[in-house]
């Protein structure tokens, strides 16, 4: 028989205010190890994106010549990186986050929910810091910042709670199915491909746009986008639509699931 290690008798969310600080702690800790003994430190955080946007804007910008609806294409496809780097990295890193750290879950019981949820956090740092980039590189290249810019917080907290759904989901699946740590990072590289990074969704056929939505990324891509540029194309509420409703959903039923398979966690670890 399984043992349940989770108090029964408390609220989870009175738990999660209660173990605030081990939040933090944990989400500190990967920030250091993250860039412990790096030469550059804190700096690939910035070096990344701009190695990625270099060679998106060379095989794609110059070589296949995609459009960038009038935007200067290596700033277009930075405003589309940020949000799916941020994504594919939280997915990865949530998915092997529990099985990661059996040494934590078997000694004492503390809300499971915070390890995976640190990472996220872990990856928002570097977000911001490339975000901050790319509005200095809107201002030397001359592109505009208009009244959009304003819903940027919406479309932030948008990916962090796609985040926190898909990582409470793939966290717990792994727990119970190893092969979760194989699959993820395939799925994570077919995604970038069928997300709009290095393209607008505008060039996607008319008649495939209902499919094409059903990628919760797209939506918050393009909005990303239109809180930078301003630019928009006619299916963008439908595709923001679905994302948010993702985002919600997502959130809500990996919560409910991570906190039934929770009481479990120290078994299967």
Same mark, same amino acid.
């Given at each position: ?29 990967? %920030? $250091? ?5 790096? +030469? *550059? ?8 994106? #701009?190695?990625?946007? @270099? ?93 959009? %810019? $304003? ?5 932030? +907290? *948008? ?8 990582? #409470?989901?793939?966290? @717990? ?97």
């Amino acid at each position: 028989m399984l043992t349940e290690i989770t108090p029964q008798n408390q609220s989870y969310l009175k738990m999660l205010i209660a173990y605030r600080e081990l939040f933090y702690f944990f989400a500190w800790r990967d %920030i $250091l190890v993250r860039y412990k003994q790096a +030469l *550059l430190g804190i700096s690939w955080a910035l070096i990344r994106p #701009l190695l990625s946007m @270099a060679v998106f804007a060379l095989i794609f910008g110059k070589i296949a010549n995609l459009p960038s609806d009038n935007i200067n294409y290596a700033v277009f496809v930075l405003a589309g990186m940020l949000p799916w780097q941020l994504f594919a990295a939280a997915a990865m890193d949530t998915c092997n986050s529990l099985v990661n750290n059996p040494h934590l879950i078997l000694k004492v019981y503390f809300p499971r929910i915070i390890i995976p949820l640190s990472q996220i956090i872990v990856h928002l740092v570097d977000f911001s810091i490339a975000a901050a980039m790319l509005i200095i590189l809107m201002f030397f290249m001359n592109v505009d910042i208009g009244w959009t %810019i $304003l819903t940027l917080p919406f479309f932030i +907290l *948008l990916i962090c709670f796609t985040c926190a759904g898909t990582g #409470l989901w793939l966290s @717990a699946l792994t727990v119970n199915y190893r092969d979760f740590r194989i699959i993820v990072p395939y799925f994570v590289q077919f995604g970038m491909f069928i997300s709009p990074v290095a393209y607008g969704s505008f060039i996607i056929a008319e008649k495939w746009q209902w499919l094409y939505a059903l990628n919760p990324m797209v939506g918050i891509i393009d909005g990303f986008r239109w809180a930078f540029f301003g630019t928009t194309h006619p299916y963008f509420r439908m595709t923001l639509t679905i994302s948010i409703l993702y985002a919600i959903l997502s959130t809500l039923s990996g919560l409910y699931y991570f906190r039934k398979m929770e009481r479990f966690f120290a078994d299967k670890i």
